[in-house]
């Protein structure tokens, strides 16, 4: 089992970065894949970015692709994800997920354990 501690959200402006960190608790960090996920207001949670095991293998949102970056480091047992030229349309809550197959999927119930979350709010 692993508990997920998302952090590193809050208020920026169009074009500013932040990076968002998701800390877990285990012993076993390094073998759960992990992806985050976001969901803004009166939409359905959608699917940011994936990253394996070992960090080797990455897979993006399409529209996301060049300005987020998800990395891991496992010795820290925590997933990082670098949001650059943020948008105001990238406004939403922010969770990361693990599960344990090292195989990429982007859909939520793929996902077992879940973070609380972390807002971002990108301002005009």
């Known amino acids: 089992q692993v508990q997920l501690v998302e952090s590193g959200g809050g208020l920026v402006q169009a074009g500013d970065s932040l990076r968002l960190s998701c800390a877990a608790s285990?012993?076993?960090?390094?073998?759960?894949?992990m992806a985050w996920f976001r969901q803004a207001p009166g939409k359905e949670r959608e699917f940011v970015a994936y990253?394996?095991?070992?960090?080797?293998?990455?897979v993006y949102a399409d529209s996301l692709k060049g300005r987020f970056t998800i990395s891991r480091d496992n010795a820290k047992n925590t997933v990082y994800l670098q949001m650059n030229s943020l948008k105001p349309e990238d406004t939403a809550v922010y969770s990361c997920?693990?599960?344990?197959?090292?195989?990429?999927?982007?859909?939520?119930?793929?996902?077992?354990?879940w973070g609380q979350g972390t807002q971002v709010t990108v301002s005009s």
């Open positions: 990253i394996s095991w070992s960090g080797g293998h990455t």
């Open positions: 997920g693990a599960k344990g197959a090292n195989f990429y999927t982007r859909a939520p119930s793929d996902y077992r354990y």
């Open positions: 285990g012993r076993t960090f390094s073998t759960y894949a």
